[in-house]
């Protein structure tokens, strides 16, 4: 029952190999982020993943801006790209990835080896650099996943990017439900769960309502990387808490 489903996301994988390996080198950035949001949209919809955006005491923004989200899964990154096409940072192990990837690497993603000075300061340089040339970079300060319910602590290193850079952070706060509106646990990507095996129970859950919430923007003017860090934290912890009280009142 699931080899169809399965089939049709390994064809997506290669029709998107394919398109980064003939299109991508010949596009325009403009063309390149339309074809990461269409495919990343197409993605979803194979999954039976449906995306809602919601707004808290925000409007959509434009300006430049560090995106920063909390972590659920690798459903994250084509959440958002299917809505605004973003340079993610990840794990360098995510290079790794079966297809997977390599497509990460072709649609912009910056990878960074975890716990190592030199490059952290080396990616930061980098993520200002893409700021100031009005890329839209986004980053998940938990620095790994956290099952659902769950939000941990954040690294503050990457947050003096938007300092340097002169720019506010813009959080989001993403859930993913089930039919019944509670937190879908075939979306929690921990522990030893594998891409495959991870993907294997999003295509059972048969259907996912993935939440993405745009926070207020946070002025990164006169604050040190912790206080924006902590004030990110903040921002999205009420959000899920917020949503999570909502429906348990409904």
């Known amino acids: 029952m699931m080899a169809w489903p399965f089939l049709r996301v390994i064809l997506h994988l290669l029709q998107g190999l394919a398109t980064c390996a003939v299109i991508f080198p010949f596009a325009s950035t403009q063309r390149k982020e339309?074809?990461?949001?269409?495919?990343?949209?197409?993605?979803?919809?194979i999954l039976r993943v449906c995306v809602e955006v919601k707004l808290i005491g925000a409007t959509p923004s434009t300006q430049r801006?560090?995106?920063?989200?909390?972590?659920?899964s690798w459903l994250d990154i084509f959440v958002i790209n299917s809505l605004q096409p973003c340079h993610f940072v990840a794990k360098a192990d995510i290079r790794n990835w079966p297809l997977l990837g390599w497509l990460c690497e072709q649609a912009g993603t910056?990878?960074?080896?975890?716990?190592k000075r030199r490059e952290t300061r080396r990616v930061q340089e980098g993520l200002v650099t893409g700021i100031l040339r009005d890329q839209r970079i986004a980053f998940f300060p938990e620095g790994t996943t956290a099952a659902q319910g769950n939000?941990?602590?954040?690294h503050s290193n990457l947050f003096e990017a938007a300092i340097s850079?002169?720019?506010?952070?813009?959080?989001?706060?993403?859930?993913?439900?089930?039919?019944?509106?509670?937190?879908?646990?075939p979306a929690n990507f921990i522990g030893d769960t594998t891409f495959i095996d991870s993907m294997m129970l999003i295509l059972k859950a048969r259907g996912m309502h993935a939440e993405l919430t745009e926070l207020p923007l946070i002025d990164s003017n006169g604050l040190d990387r912790r206080a924006l860090s902590a004030q990110a934290h903040a921002a999205i912890a009420a959000a899920l808490q917020a949503e999570s009280a909502a429906h348990s009142h409904a």
């Open 34 to 45: 339309s074809l990461v949001r269409n495919w990343s949209a197409a993605l979803l919809r």
């Open 65 to 72: 801006a560090l995106i920063v989200a909390n972590h659920v």
């Open 110 to 115: 910056i990878f960074i080896a975890r716990g």
């Open 151 to 154: 939000l941990l602590p954040f």
């Open 165 to 185: 850079a002169g720019v506010p952070v813009k959080p989001y706060a993403v859930r993913y439900l089930d039919a019944q509106g509670n937190l879908s646990e």
